[in-house]
């Protein structure tokens, strides 16, 4: 479809009565080939063969209640407890990452509690790691690898 800042994904895609489709890796399902699910399906690529997070920690596309509306997360990866640990919000391409894509997905955060945040459109990411304690975040580089629990 286009090139995009990440490493090269194996997606499938497919025409179906002359319209594209791709493969959800985590859903098992062919979507709508669109500009955004095509950044979310490569970010995922992303996490589960360069991030090594198993595919079973990540949802895509849940429901978030925010002041009694119903929203959508793009990505969640949640850790061995299950609990929220990234949260990923997807844009186009062709839409710049801004303060008001940050602040969208600061709003689902305030929900989800994740300790990590990115925001991305496939060519730029914004990285953060949040701590509710003292109510702070900091930029990052890139997200945290998956680290499974260790036997004690």
């Known amino acids: ?36 699910e095509y ?12 991030l090594h997070y198993p595919t079973s920690h990540i949802s895509v596309e849940r429901g978030i209640k925010i002041n009694k509306l119903l ?38 955060n305030l929900q989800l509690k994740a300790e990590y945040l990115c925001v991305t459109n496939g060519l730029e990411h914004a990285f953060y790691h949040i701590n509710f304690e003292t109510a702070r975040y900091q930029r990052l580089e890139n997200l945290p690898g998956y680290l499974p629990q260790r036997a004690i």
């Open 71 to 108: 929203s959508r997360s793009d990505i969640v990866v949640y850790n061995q407890n299950r609990l929220p640990y990234i949260l990923i919000e997807c844009k186009a391409p062709q839409i710049k990452i801004s303060q008001n894509t940050l602040e969208q997905a600061s709003k689902y």
């Open 39 to 50: 950044v979310r399906q490569n970010f995922i690529w992303y996490l589960v063969h360069h």
């Open 1 to 36: 479809m286009f090139d995009l800042n990440l490493p090269k994904a194996d997606i499938k895609m497919v025409h179906k009565a002359g319209k594209p489709f791709i493969l959800d890796l985590i859903r098992k399902k062919w979507l709508a080939l669109t500009p955004e």
